[in-house]
């Protein structure tokens, strides 16, 4: 469409239906000119393909929106992975992967294909994300990886956003949770991978992504409002503790080097007071 490079965006639903819709509201206001919207339902017990075929009956009708409703919960990377099937039968330049709990500022693609635009060797982009409240308060600016202390982390997490982070960068990782993927990746190193029940999955597709040869980049003019863990019932439940452990115990027990491991259990240990100090002083909630 007037020369643009066709995104397709994929938004993966699964008992979300008010935040579902929404996310897709925000993305119709895109100011980008050729997009499509994918929503994967991952089976639903809340009456959420419903609730999208009734909203938006005329996206879907007119192809803007493609709804997919998988017969049972296939989780976070199988259910993306069958979106990006279908974007990729359907000779999407971009793919960009989406969480229904996120609302997209109306230049966030523009600003993403931008990046990419600049660099044939940027693989992977990511905007700056904001928590939903506060509107002003940084949830994403970038990831790091420390194989030597088995941490992964988002650059400027919980700080007040006071332009410390609108530099564009090449960084570790992608969050997931917004990451807009050159179609070349998925040929060059496949999907996302299974193994993961939830989490660590997009840093692992980075971390296959950069031994391929492409770079993860960060474009702070993209941004992004993330209600967050609305999927999983806020920042300390047990679910969530739980699976952030065995995804992480994947990840390292894969990447890291044998070297890594003399020093990661000390660090362990200092992560593990650390989140206790931000759990006693009331800087992580459980809502």
Same mark, same amino acid.
């Given at each position: 469409?007037?020369?643009?490079?066709?995104?397709?965006? =994929?938004?993966?639903?699964?008992?979300?239906?008010?935040?579902?819709?929404?996310? =897709?509201? %925000?993305?119709?206001?895109?100011?980008?000119?050729?997009?499509?919207?994918?929503?994967?339902?991952?089976? %639903?017990?809340?009456?959420?393909?419903?609730? $999208?075929?009734?909203? +938006?009956?005329?996206? =879907?009708?007119?192809?803007?929106?493609?709804?997919?409703?998988?017969? %049972?919960?296939?989780?976070?990377?199988?259910?993306?992975?069958?979106?990006?099937?279908?974007?990729?039968?359907?000779?999407?330049? /971009?793919? /960009?992967? &989406?969480?229904?709990?996120?609302?997209?500022?109306?230049?966030?693609?523009? +600003?993403? $294909?931008?990046?990419?635009?600049? *660099?044939? !060797?940027?693989?992977?982009?990511?905007?700056?994300?904001?928590? +939903?409240?506060?509107?002003?308060? $940084?949830?994403?600016?970038?990831?790091?990886? /420390?194989?030597?202390?088995? $941490?992964? *982390?988002?650059?400027?997490?919980?700080?007040?956003?006071?332009?410390?982070?609108?530099?564009?960068?090449?960084?570790?990782?992608?969050?997931?949770?917004?990451?807009?993927?050159?179609?070349?990746?998925? !040929?060059?190193?496949? &999907?996302?991978?299974?193994?993961?029940?939830?989490? %660590? !999955?997009?840093?692992?597709?980075?971390?296959?992504?950069?031994?391929?040869?492409?770079?993860?980049?960060?474009?702070?003019?993209?941004?992004?409002?993330?209600?967050?863990?609305?999927?999983?019932?806020?920042?300390?439940?047990?679910?969530?503790? *739980?699976?952030?452990?065995?995804?992480?115990? =994947?990840?390292?027990?894969?990447?890291?080097?044998?070297?890594?491991?003399?020093?990661?259990? /000390?660090?362990?240990?200092? !992560?593990?007071?650390?989140?206790?100090?931000?759990?006693?002083?009331? *800087?992580?909630?459980?809502?």
């Amino acid at each position: 469409m007037n020369g643009s490079p066709s995104v397709f965006c =994929i938004i993966l639903s699964w008992n979300g239906k008010a935040l579902t819709i929404d996310c =897709i509201r %925000s993305v119709l206001k895109s100011d980008y000119p050729n997009y499509t919207i994918i929503v994967v339902d991952n089976a %639903s017990a809340d009456g959420s393909a419903q609730a $999208i075929q009734s909203t +938006f009956r005329d996206e =879907i009708g007119s192809g803007k929106i493609i709804l997919i409703e998988n017969p %049972s919960n296939k989780g976070f990377a199988a259910g993306n992975n069958t979106g990006i099937g279908v974007a990729i039968q359907k000779q999407a330049d /971009f793919i /960009f992967l &989406m969480n229904n709990d996120t609302l997209a500022d109306k230049q966030l693609i523009s +600003f993403l $294909i931008s990046a990419m635009d600049s *660099r044939q !060797e940027i693989g992977i982009t990511g905007p700056k994300i904001y928590y +939903f409240e506060p509107a002003d308060q $940084i949830w994403f600016a970038g990831g790091e990886i /420390f194989l030597h202390k088995a $941490i992964s *982390r988002h650059t400027g997490i919980r700080s007040r956003d006071t332009g410390q982070h609108d530099t564009p960068k090449i960084c570790d990782y992608i969050t997931g949770c917004a990451m807009m993927i050159r179609k070349s990746v998925f !040929e060059k190193i496949g &999907m996302l991978d299974t193994t993961y029940p939830l989490y %660590s !999955e997009d840093a692992d597709f980075c971390m296959r992504a950069k031994k391929a040869g492409f770079l993860c980049f960060y474009e702070p003019r993209g941004k992004m409002w993330h209600k967050i863990s609305a999927g999983t019932g806020g920042q300390l439940k047990w679910k969530k503790i *739980r699976l952030r452990l065995y995804s992480s115990m =994947i990840f390292y027990k894969k990447y890291a080097k044998w070297y890594h491991w003399s020093t990661i259990p /000390f660090f362990q240990i200092i !992560e593990l007071l650390r989140v206790l100090l931000l759990i006693g002083t009331g *800087r992580i909630k459980n809502n």
